[in-house]
């Protein structure tokens, strides 16, 4: 099938927008041109990077050609996607260029193919290659683009403050927090609190309490008895102060009646047997 190049040299729009709610976008880029709209989906990463190449590309413009170039760009053009979007096809490759006689910025979106595509036909018009959108853009332009691109991108789930994964509204299981699902609430088990978690997001986060203290509480299904009160005559051993155990046999073995408890061998053989 014969290549199709869709060029647009003066296009009155080109942005990058979504569809879908955070966490479940589907991103697009569209250009217009007079009664002409046309759509590409793209991956959120790749207008990532065609937004951070962009400045890139300025930025050398101006320094070995000397051409101006607009340090920063206000993002005048807000509005959404033009409904319905019939995606052309699916982006796969990227290239990039500075027409020096028109003075303009070619962005080049190439459809993904299901074998690598040869470099050569970026930028080129060869017959041999996936179909392309190749947009003309000025410098001014450019930076409008690359800055609303990384608005829309941001737009997101925010991200956690430890790993840089994307928040869901119901948290999400942090790789900083040893696998623990991460919310809005953190819990205090002294199981898995790792004190240089707590400094860290009381570095990053204003008013966060990094203070941590807890109780030393038995472990579930313990029998072990917990602290003593104040002013309590029984030992954590169970033994009261005159040496004698709570289920009234003392110290030395012999119970409360005066007998001498029976003589015995235990599964080691030959000893006294030992008190329950």
Not at 136 to 155: C, D, G, I, N, P
Request: with cysteine.
């Amino acid at each position: 099938m014969a290549r199709t190049i869709h060029e647009f040299r003066r296009p009155e729009r080109f942005v990058a927008g979504t569809v879908g709610q955070p966490g479940d976008r589907t991103f697009f880029l569209q250009v217009t041109s007079g009664a002409q709209t046309l759509s590409v989906q793209i991956e959120k990463q790749q207008v990532v990077i065609l937004a951070d190449r962009l400045g890139y590309l300025l930025d050398e413009v101006e320094r070995r050609f000397g051409t101006p170039v607009p340090a920063e760009a206000d993002v005048t053009d807000t509005s959404p996607l033009e409904m319905p979007i019939d995606a052309e096809f699916h982006v796969g490759s990227m290239g990039l260029g500075w027409d020096a006689e028109a003075a303009s910025v070619v962005v080049e979106l190439l459809a993904v193919t299901d074998e690598p595509i040869d470099e050569d036909v970026i930028l080129d018009d060869t017959a041999a290659g996936p179909d392309t959108v190749r947009v003309f853009l000025t410098a001014e332009a450019a930076r409008e683009f690359s800055a609303r691109s990384q608005r829309v991108v941001a737009a997101g789930r925010p991200t956690c403050p430890l790993c840089n994964q994307p928040l869901d509204p119901g948290g999400h299981i942090c790789a900083r927090s040893n696998g623990y699902k991460r919310d809005g609430e953190f819990s205090r088990s002294l199981e898995f609190v790792d004190p240089e978690v707590l400094a860290m997001l009381g570095r990053l986060m204003p008013g966060f309490d990094a203070a941590f203290e807890a109780e030393d509480l038995p472990a579930p299904g313990s029998d072990a008895p917990g602290p003593a009160a104040d002013g309590d005559d029984t030992h954590d051993n169970g033994t009261d102060d005159n040496g004698t155990d709570d289920n009234g046999t003392d110290d030395n073995g012999s119970d409360e009646s005066g007998g001498d408890a029976p003589g015995g061998t235990g599964p080691g053989g030959g000893g006294p047997a030992g008190r329950t």
